[in-house]
């Protein structure tokens, strides 16, 4: 089993920069994929960008350009690295680990752009 746990959400500033860190624990193997989702009030949860140990890397749409996910193959750990952030990225934000047809969830923490 693994455990995903997030990190470093709070209330930044428009134009702010914020980084938040994903760790999983519980598993001797290392998670094929890892991303980060988010979901604001009323909304569908998205996907914010994803990383696979083969090098694929895919970020939304709303995002590109400002955020960066990154990745250390060797363990099952993930960052975000968000720029430049908008009052409309305030949501939840959640870690995502895939292996072996199955999906793990971290928690989630509150990212909130506001003046």
């Known amino acids: 089993q693994v455990q995903l746990v997030e990190s470093g959400g709070g209330l930044v500033q428009p134009g702010g920069s914020l980084r938040l860190s994903c760790i999983g624990s519980?598993?001797?193997?290392?998670?094929?994929?890892m991303g980060w989702y988010r979901q604001a009030p009323g909304k569908q949860r998205e996907l914010v960008a994803s990383?696979?140990?083969?090098?694929?890397?895919n970020y939304g749409d709303a995002v590109k350009g400002r955020f960066t996910i990154l990745r250390n193959n060797a363990d099952n750990r993930a960052y975000l690295q968000m720029t430049n952030l908008k009052p409309e990225d305030t949501a939840v934000y959640s870690c995502?680990?895939?292996?072996?047809?199955?999906?793990?969830w971290g928690q989630g923490t509150q990212v909130t752009v506001s003046s």
């Open positions: 995502n680990g895939q292996w072996a047809g199955k999906d793990y």
């Open positions: 519980g598993s001797y193997f290392r998670l094929h994929v």
């Open positions: 990383t696979s140990l083969s090098g694929d890397i």
